[in-house]
C-alpha cells in the first residue's frame, strides 16, 4: 500500500513538472505575441501553425548548440549554477495542492519561503562564478533587490496567514467560497504582485538583466544549454507566482476551469507591464521596498493581529 502510495506520488510529480514545462514553453511564445501587438508588429509566426511550435525549436536550437565556457572561470559552480536555479524553481510547485494526490501538505506556505529564498544564492553564484565583471555586477544588483523584496514579500504573506490562519493552500481556496480576499485588501495584493515582479527579476525591475547598460546581467556569460536552463527557470518562476496570486486572493478554486484562466490572466499581467513600462530607476527601486511597501505592510499586519486579538478576547 505504501508503494503504492510512493508510485502513484512519484508519478504525479513527474507528471506536474512536464506540464510547468510545457506551460513555460507556451508562456515564452505568449510573450513574442503579446509585445510583438504591443509595438505593432507581428510576433513569431512561421514555424508551425501561427508559430505554435516557436518555443520547442527554440529549445532544440538551444539544446544543441555549443557549450562554452570562459577560461578563468570557476568552472564546476559555473556549471551548475543553472541547473540549480531550474531544479529550484521547479520544487516550488512540489506545494501546489492536487485534489487527488501530490505533496500537499500543511505547511505549503512555510515550504515557499523557505525554498523561493535560496534562489539568491544561484544568482549569485552564477554571476560570480563567470568571472565577468559584467555579471558579478548584474549579480550583485539582482541579489540587493531579491533580498530587499523578500522581506515585504513574507510580511504581506503574513498579513494572508493572519486572515486565515493556516499555511495550507486548500484552506485559502475554502475560505475564499463566499468572497474573494481581494475585495478585503485590494492594497495588499497590488503590493503583492509588485513584489512578485520584483522577486522574479521582471520589468519594471529587471535591474538583473538591465540590457541597455549591462548587456544582459549575471547571464551574460552563459550559452546554449546554461542560458536555456536559466530563462525556463524564470518563466517557471513566473507561473508559479501567478498561480500563488490565484490561490491567495482570487478564490483559486481547483475544481473550476476559471483557476486556470485567473492564472493565464495574471501570467499575461506580468507580459503586459513588461510591455508598458520603462524601468525604474535602483535608488527609487530600494525606495518602494523599504519606505513604501514595508511600513505599509507592517501596518496591515498590525491591523490584522489587532482583529484577531478583538476577537479572542471579546467575542470568545
Not at 522577486?199 to 538583473?208: G, K, L, S
Request: charged share 10%; glycine share 6%; with cysteine.
Amino acid at each position: 500500500m505504501i508503494l503504492r502510495d510512493m508510485l502513484l506520488l512519484f508519478f504525479s510529480m513527474i507528471l506536474l513538472i512536464i506540464f510547468v514545462l510545457v506551460g513555460v514553453a507556451f508562456l515564452t511564445l505568449l510573450e513574442r505575441k503579446v509585445l510583438g501587438y504591443i509595438q505593432i508588429r507581428k510576433g513569431p509566426n512561421k514555424v508551425g501553425f501561427t508559430g505554435l511550435l516557436q518555443p520547442f525549436a527554440d529549445a532544440v536550437k538551444l539544446f544543441t548548440k555549443e557549450q562554452t565556457f570562459p577560461l578563468l572561470s570557476n568552472f564546476v559552480i559555473y556549471y551548475f549554477s543553472p541547473v540549480m536555479n531550474l531544479f529550484i524553481s521547479l520544487f516550488l510547485w512540489m506545494m501546489m495542492p492536487f485534489i487527488s494526490v501530490c505533496f500537499n501538505f500543511n505547511f505549503s506556505l512555510l515550504f515557499f519561503l523557505s525554498v523561493s529564498s535560496l534562489s539568491v544564492y544561484t544568482i549569485m553564484m552564477a554571476g560570480w562564478s563567470s568571472n565577468s565583471s559584467y555579471s558579478l555586477l548584474g549579480g550583485l544588483r539582482s541579489v540587493a533587490q531579491t533580498i530587499s523584496y523578500e522581506v515585504s514579500f513574507a510580511l504581506i504573506l503574513m498579513s494572508f496567514i493572519f486572515l486565515s490562519l493556516s499555511f495550507n493552500l486548500l484552506d485559502y481556496m475554502m475560505m475564499q467560497y463566499y468572497v474573494w480576499f481581494i475585495f478585503l485588501c485590494l492594497p495588499l495584493s497590488f503590493m503583492f504582485v509588485i513584489s512578485g515582479l520584483a522577486e522574479t527579476n521582471r520589468t519594471p525591475f529587471d535591474f538583473a538583466e538591465g540590457e541597455s547598460e549591462l548587456v544582459s546581467g549575471f547571464n551574460v556569460e552563459y550559452s546554449s544549454g546554461g542560458f536555456a536552463m536559466i530563462f525556463l527557470a524564470e518563466y517557471a518562476s513566473i507561473l508559479f507566482m501567478s498561480m500563488l496570486c490565484v490561490f491567495l486572493f482570487l478564490g483559486g478554486d481547483l475544481n473550476s476551469f476559471m483557476f486556470f484562466i485567473k492564472l493565464v490572466f495574471i501570467s499575461f499581467l506580468w507580459i503586459w507591464v513588461r510591455g508598458t513600462l520603462p524601468r525604474f530607476r535602483y535608488d527609487k527601486l530600494m525606495y518602494l521596498a523599504w519606505k513604501s511597501f514595508l511600513p505599509s505592510s507592517l501596518n496591515y499586519l498590525f491591523l490584522f493581529w489587532g482583529f484577531k486579538m478583538f476577537i479572542f478576547i471579546f467575542l470568545i
